[in-house]
């Protein structure tokens, strides 16, 4: 009889417990319905309950919900920089206007969607500088450059980014001719070189990138700004491409080397092109008389009469 009595009690406690269980777990769903409900509630405006309970509560969504109606830059600050869940953070830093935070978010948040949010919001340009130099993540990095104004910043991020698109970008908006010139001369990509040369006016620069440029549209962009009738004539003379001997030929104004092309030559065009130009007589003489093409030949003529 003592052992079904003892079994007994052993049963009722074992239901009690249980019972308490589901009770509390109710209860703490109900509390947390609850919460939501009332910061939900247009009448709740209370700054010093909304900040308690974004920087306490431990249910993420309802932090959200007191993020939402914060307007205390000293509590979205701190649930920007230290809240744990990437969502609390996000809704935080898209109310944040203190300058502090956003430039400490931008460097240091673990999400680089977060850190895009503080960059957009950024005008430090000390922090946008840092973070376009240092930002391991492209997207950030290229946001921060579209509002950096600062040559210093801009040149080292031309000069130095492992992004191609980057260096384009920074270069658009590069002033200096020091480092349009060391992009123009050094760099891997030829679209990159060919940006900072429509914006170079160094001839000693040009002059190097006509001659040397591996890309012929690049040395071609090159010769197109080019006055120095020195190079000018070097690269009439010696460039393989003959569209680039034929653009430097149009530049050219020095008839020792505009005879020289117009006799020996191998591209019609390019000879045609230093014909059109020489106006020594026995050069025009020796073409109308020798080159290989009767259009030519005819034009030499002409410049004869």
């Known amino acids: 009889m003592m052992k079904r009595s003892i079994k007994l009690i052993l049963i009722i406690l074992s239901l009690t417990a249980c019972s308490a269980v589901k009770h509390e777990k109710v ?13 939900k509630s247009e009448n ?12 306490n509560d431990k249910d993420s969504e309802i932090r959200k919900l007191a993020v939402e109606k914060l307007t205390l830059q000293s509590t979205l600050s701190s649930v ?3 809240d744990k869940d990437a969502e609390v953070r996000e809704s935080a830093v898209r ?3 203190l300058q502090s935070s956003l430039s400490a978010i931008a460097m240091n948040d673990t999400d680089s969607e977060i850190r895009k949010l503080a960059v957009e919001k950024l005008t430090i340009q000390s922090t946008l500088s ?7 993540d492209t997207e950030v990095r290229e946001l921060a450059v579209r509002k950096l104004t600062l040559q210093s910043s801009l040149s080292a991020i031309a000069m130095s980014d492992t992004d191609s698109e980057i260096r384009k970008l920074v270069v658009e908006k590069l002033t200096l001719q020091s480092t349009l010139s060391s992009v123009a001369l050094n760099d891997k990509d030829a679209e990159v070189r060919a940006l900072a040369i429509r914006k170079l006016t160094l001839q000693s620069s040009l002059s190097a990138i006509a001659l040397n440029d591996k890309d012929s549209e690049v040395r071609k962009l090159a010769v197109e700004k080019l006055t120095l009738q020195s190079t000018l004539s070097s690269v009439a003379l010696n460039d393989k491409d003959a569209e680039v001997r034929a653009l430097a030929v149009r530049k050219l104004t020095l008839q020792s080397t505009l005879s020289d092309v117009a006799l020996n030559d191998s591209d019609r065009e390019v000879r045609k092109s230093a014909v059109d130009k020489v106006t020594i007589p026995s050069i025009l003489t020796s073409v109308a008389l020798n080159d290989e093409d009767a259009e030519i ?5 002409k410049r004869l009469e």
């Open 27 to 39: 209860t703490s769903q109900t509390i947390t319905i609850e919460r939501g409900s009332l910061l």
């Open 44 to 55: 709740f405006q209370s700054q010093s309950t909304l900040s308690s309970v974004a920087l």
């Open 80 to 82: 920007a920089l230290n």
């Open 95 to 97: 109310k944040l206007t």
């Open 130 to 136: 840092s973070v376009a130099l240092n930002d391991k």
């Open 297 to 301: 030949r005819k034009l030499a003529l």
